[in-house]
């Protein structure tokens, strides 16, 4: 019998007429496989802890890459010193010859903390921001247009920096203090809020905010929109490892670039128990920085390190975050398939 197809049969009713009697159904079974498709539509739970994985590792390689140039970075952004590319030199080169190599990645251990929730929270709130927004405005499964793309990108670094935030501020404690006065993460914690009280670890909260709304916007804007137009120009539907770090560099670039001041706000606003400076609002702080050091030597204090330190950071954590999704995938449909 083929597919679909029913067998009845004929027989005699009380008064002699032709019933057809239906018996069971006989469909023909043909075994076939699940595209990938449809194994991810039923199994979106295990896309979520593969964005969270990728993103918790893009993250942790990208910081520790460029730990060096952001705890340098931090110290110029909180003091009055003039930065200049010879200064940070002989910062980075002091330190390595008073207290040792990995001295140049002190606070790092606290940015892992913080930077390895933060990622993944980022990277995977990215990916279900755009599913959301493809669903309502009606773009299942092809990109986004400009407006929904940049708005994804910053409701990802908004939904990340509020559930990591005090672990950004310990961390920057820690970059900028001698290891004698914080022992460990938990000790800044316990010392903040005994001798600062609880609302300190939320300092600088605000400036962080409508910084990373710009910054994740248009880090996550750039490089999305790259990829849609490398697609479009070379006819391959994936770039090349070295291209998305290219795509990534450019992203970080116009991301930083949009946001810095009040990166150095922020900055300002964290390790203020430390520096004896007291910081009111994000404008009354913006104009002291002004005030003391000028709008270009004080709010964009560290930026051309940032041209450096922020391309490669947000290049590698771009890629090692597809590379390492791409793999996922790739092993989850071989187990699919087997």
């Known amino acids: 019998m083929g ?24 469909s023909e079974y043909i075994p076939r496989r699940r595209s990938w498709l449809e194994w991810e539509n039923k199994n979106d739970a295990k896309g979520i802890i593969n964005s969270l994985m990728s993103g918790a590792l893009a993250g942790a390689v990208a910081k520790t890459a460029v730990a060096p140039l952001d705890r340098t970075k931090i110290i110029f952004q909180v003091s009055s010193n003039r930065f200049s590319a010879k200064e940070a030199y002989k910062l980075i080169y002091h330190t390595y010859r008073n207290e040792g190599l990995l001295s140049l990645w002190r606070g790092n251990s606290a940015t892992m903390v913080r930077v390895i929730p933060y990622a993944a929270i980022q990277f995977c709130a990215h990916e279900q921001y755009k599913k959301r927004l493809g669903s309502y405005y009606g773009f299942q499964g092809n990109a986004l247009t400009p407006i929904p793309r940049l708005l994804a990108g910053s409701l990802a670094g908004t939904t990340a920096t509020m559930i990591t935030y005090p672990l950004d501020l310990v961390r920057a404690r820690m970059a900028v203090t001698p290891k004698e006065m914080y022992s460990n993460i938990i000790h800044v ?15 600088g909260f605000n400036p962080t905010i409508l910084g990373v709304i710009p910054y994740a916007g248009i880090s996550f804007f750039t490089y999305e929109t790259l990829k849609k137009l490398h697609a479009e120009q070379s006819g391959r539907t994936q770039p090349s490892p070295l291209e998305r770090l290219l795509f990534g560099a450019c992203a970080g670039l116009l991301g930083q670039s949009a946001s810095y001041p009040l990166d150095v706000v922020r900055r300002r606003m964290q390790t203020a128990g430390i520096t004896g400076h007291t910081y009111g609002t994000i404008v009354s702080t913006m104009r002291e920085v002004v005030a003391e050091e000028g709008v270009i030597r004080g709010l964009y204090k560290g930026l051309s390190m940032n041209w450096v330190k922020g391309p490669v950071a947000v290049g590698i954590s771009f890629t090692t975050f597809d590379l390492t999704q791409i793999l996922l995938r790739k092993l989850q449909r071989l187990s699919v398939q087997r």
Request: aromatic share 6%.
């Open 3 to 26: 597919n679909g197809i029913k067998e009845s049969q004929v027989g005699l009713s009380e008064h002699g007429a032709h019933s057809i009697v239906p018996t069971a159904v006989v």
């Open 189 to 203: 914690f316990i010392r903040m809020s005994r001798e600062e009280g609880l609302k300190s670890l939320y300092r």
